[in-house]
């Protein structure tokens, strides 16, 4: 273990991160993303520091299969683009760049100033992007170059001891974004731990704050749950602190019956088993959605509706969140055929009514 050093405000030395080598938490670069890793490589000959940082570092570390791998470095966002042809700048509030590498895009960020808000195109030092992060075991940075993670929130041992940790101030994590009730949830779910006592208690505190959020945000982070191996756990942790009600108030009155959570879990499983593809949203609709259908529309021999107000019915289910209708409409036609539910046919468009 190796420790930095650096001068605070007053010029005194104190600690600025521990660094961990490769002997001590045992991933190699030949774990991670080739691409990424490539990515790494391009921006350090360029004569510019790069990382892994975040989920990856974090799901290595726990022997999981990372679904996503962000970069960061001290390069501008023109620089980055100037790098690599195949890339574009994107975001108001923060700009970064979107790097294409064959079918993948791999996000990569420049290090953030500390003191700037969240809005601004503030760039700064790896030391002070760690304090924009939300959660310690999320503020990992792997270097390829030395298979290093440096560690400047005690991030590792929380990793270790499963405990969700912020980063941000306790006061304003959750009034800065909502959304990140939600995330620490998950992550409580996903190391396997729980989250601390403090920390369950600001939930509750601000957990209607939720409320506020656009559905963009609440359908991405509900497809982000989706994705996971976790899923049927995390909905069970979102219920049970009262969060789910506030955002996916259908689903949680379905969660209810006991065929939803077996139906979830049969598609975490598949997952793990590699059998499945998450790169389909209807996939991942699918055993969110199931229930729902069966429930309401299987009553009696005869058919009840068209194809087209199943979906319409599934799209108020689902809200607030938004997915993509030709994703619903799919994840609804592969229901209704492997169930055999009885569809009434559409009527031609010269029969239908005149509004």
């Not at 619903?328 to 239908?352: C, E, G, M, T």
Request: glycine fraction near 6%.
């Amino acid at each position: 273990m190796i420790v930095r050093y650096g001068k605070n405000q007053k010029g005194k030395t104190v600690k600025l991160a521990v660094i961990y080598t490769k002997e001590e938490h045992g991933i190699g670069r030949e774990k991670f993303d080739f691409d990424a890793v490539s990515i790494c490589e391009k921006l350090r000959y360029a004569g510019y520091k790069s990382y892994i940082v975040g989920g990856a570092v974090r799901d290595l570390l726990l022997n999981n299969s990372p679904k996503d791998f962000d970069i960061v470095t001290d390069a501008v966002p023109s620089a980055i683009k100037k790098i690599f042809r195949r890339s574009r700048i994107i975001g108001k509030r923060f700009r970064l760049v979107h790097v294409y590498q064959g079918k993948n895009i791999y996000e990569v960020a420049t290090f953030r100033s500390g003191g700037s808000e969240s809005h601004n195109n503030s760039f700064g030092t790896m030391a002070e992007d760690v304090w924009r992060r939300d959660f310690t075991i999320n503020s990992l940075y792997f270097c390829p170059f030395d298979e290093q993670i440096i560690d400047f929130t005690g991030g590792y041992k929380d990793l270790a001891k499963r405990l969700v940790k912020p980063v941000i101030p306790l006061k304003t994590i959750f009034l800065e974004d909502p959304v990140r009730i939600i995330r620490a949830v998950k992550y409580s779910v996903m190391i396997g731990g729980d989250l601390p006592f403090f920390l369950k208690m600001r939930i509750k505190r601000h957990a209607r704050e939720l409320l506020l959020c656009s559905p963009s945000r609440i359908t991405e982070e509900a497809l982000k749950i989706m994705k996971t191996e976790y899923s049927a756990d995390i909905f069970r942790r979102l219920a049970s602190l009262g969060i789910l009600k506030l955002v996916l108030p259908g689903v949680y009155e379905m969660q209810k019956n006991s065929s939803f959570y077996k139906r979830i879990e049969i598609f975490d499983n598949l997952k793990k088993a590699g059998k499945i593809s998450t790169e389909s949203l209807s996939a991942v609709l699918q055993p969110l959605i199931e229930d729902f259908i069966i429930g309401i529309h299987t009553i009696g021999s005869e058919p009840l509706m068209t194809m087209k107000e199943i979906v319409d019915d599934v799209k108020i289910f689902l809200r607030p969140i938004t997915p993509p209708n030709r994703d619903i409409a799919d994840a609804v036609k592969l229901i209704v055929r492997q169930n055999r539910i009885k569809v009434k046919p559409s009527l031609p468009y010269h029969f239908r009514p005149k509004h």
